[in-house]
């Protein structure tokens, strides 16, 4: 029988989608299953962005520009210099989904074997990214006790060696929610000038900032164009997961000369997506407003719940819409199954993301979970009472 090959056998499972099928089968069974694992959003996708499609009237459903349509671009453009970032048309590789502006980016950028330091817990589908890169990941630990912050850039500077080529960077952070602030990362900047680095920016989640709190990229910082690169996404923006549209952005044009290699060799970019997205930067300002609005009361309904739970741990965090929550439990992985398998309260469970995941460090996490806000206030309260109950006779309880 013909064999796997070794980098098939090292792709890491999703965390966030490995308990799928006992999930489907506790639906099967009858359960209510409050889906807390995934940053997929219940809110409605803009109308102007639905109403682009219903309304498209080409005749021949064409390939676009490896690069991405004209028209998109500039808007897209547009739509970044209205947040400062000072670019034009040409800064932007339109991908499919932000999960290829990454992997373009580690392929462009690093050499197999080479290294890239990212503050953990991280999106776990990077390490899926880096084993399809030929990649090393080091990560460096964040901690539930400050609310995640970034390390020590001491801490960084040990990690630094020869083979070092990047750090990353998930801001506002999934899976932690945490906002970096313009101190920190205006001491990565400096850091990875010092060591002539590249900083990778992941903002997905960029309009998802609570409490008054701003929203810094590495494009804010004076003197670093050369060594930063951005990933964008239409999904969580425009509630828009479906779509399957990121874009690489970056100032360096070496940068952008071979990543359009990577872009030609998958041809382009879907047509449809770029048609609704090119369309979605007319959203009128109030959506953002009152999606905003309807996050930060979940955020706070989230977290309270989980606070009052006995010997759960949650921080408040300051973007995105999701959190992290430490439980008195000895194994996340066999709790969030449990959860599905063998619990259910009034015939309702909840299906959450073990944080083990969102680790690269073996042992962390293990009695931390992702929880994604995601879900309508009821349905949040009723997941709520779910973890209660379930936490009060889970079999490993440790506390």
């Known amino acids: ?60 459903w064409a390939y676009t520009p ?19 970032y000072n670019i034009i048309p040409s800064n932007i590789i339109v991908t499919n989904g932000g999960s ?19 503050p953990e817990p991280f999106y776990a589908n990077y390490n899926g990214f880096a084993c399809m890169a030929d990649i090393k990941i080091k990560p460096i630990l964040s901690t539930i006790n400050d609310g995640f912050a970034l390390p020590k850039i001491d801490a960084f500077e040990t990690l630094i060696n020869a083979k070092t080529k990047a750090i990353a960077i998930c801001n506002p952070n999934n899976p932690t929610g945490y906002l970096y602030s313009r101190q920190e990362m205006e001491a990565l900047k400096e850091l990875c000038l010092k060591h002539d680095l590249y900083l990778f920016s992941d903002e997905a989640y960029r309009e998802f900032c609570y409490d008054g709190n701003k929203f810094i990229s590495p494009m804010h910082l004076d003197g670093i164009d050369e060594n930063v690169i951005v990933f964008d996404t239409v999904s969580k923006r425009y509630s828009a997961c479906g779509a399957r549209l ?23 970019p879907p047509a449809i997506a770029q048609i609704a997205a090119e369309a979605a930067i007319d959203t009128p300002k109030r959506y953002f407003n009152n999606v905003i609005t309807e996050y930060s009361k979940r955020r706070d309904l989230l977290v309270a719940g989980l606070n009052n739970i006995p010997g759960v741990n949650c921080p408040t965090p300051r973007g995105a819409f999701y959190v992290v929550a430490k439980l008195p ?12 398998e063998a619990f259910a309260y009034e015939n309702k469970t909840v299906m959450m993301a073990p944080a083990t995941g969102f680790y690269s460090t073996s042992g962390e996490g293990l009695d931390q979970v992702r929880l994604a806000y995601v879900l309508c206030q009821e349905d949040l309260k009723q997941a709520l009472i779910c973890i209660q109950k379930g936490l009060e006779t889970y079999p490993g309880r440790t506390s």
């Not at 099967?28 to 809110?43: E, S």
């Not at 290829?100 to 080479?114: F, R």
């Not at 000369?257 to 041809?267: P, T």
């Open 1 to 60: 029988m013909p064999s796997i090959s070794i980098k098939g056998k090292r792709m890491p499972a999703s965390p966030i989608r490995k308990l799928a099928h006992y999930a489907e089968q506790a639906k099967k069974d009858g359960k209510k299953v409050f889906h807390l694992n995934i940053g997929q959003p219940d809110i409605a996708t803009p109308e102007i962005m639905l109403d682009a499609v219903r309304n498209i009237d080409f005749k021949v």
């Open 66 to 84: 490896s690069e991405g349509t004209p028209s998109y671009r500039e808007k897209l453009a547009t739509y970044y210099n209205n947040i400062d």
């Open 100 to 118: 290829e502006a990454i992997t373009i980016a580690m392929q462009t950028c690093l050499n197999p074997g080479d290294e890239i330091i990212i």
């Open 246 to 268: 990121g874009c690489l952005i970056t100032k360096n044009e070496r940068i952008l000369e071979a990543s359009l290699k990577f872009a030609q060799a998958r041809l382009s």
């Open 329 to 340: 439990i000895d194994d996340a992985d066999n709790f969030c199954q449990w959860m599905l």
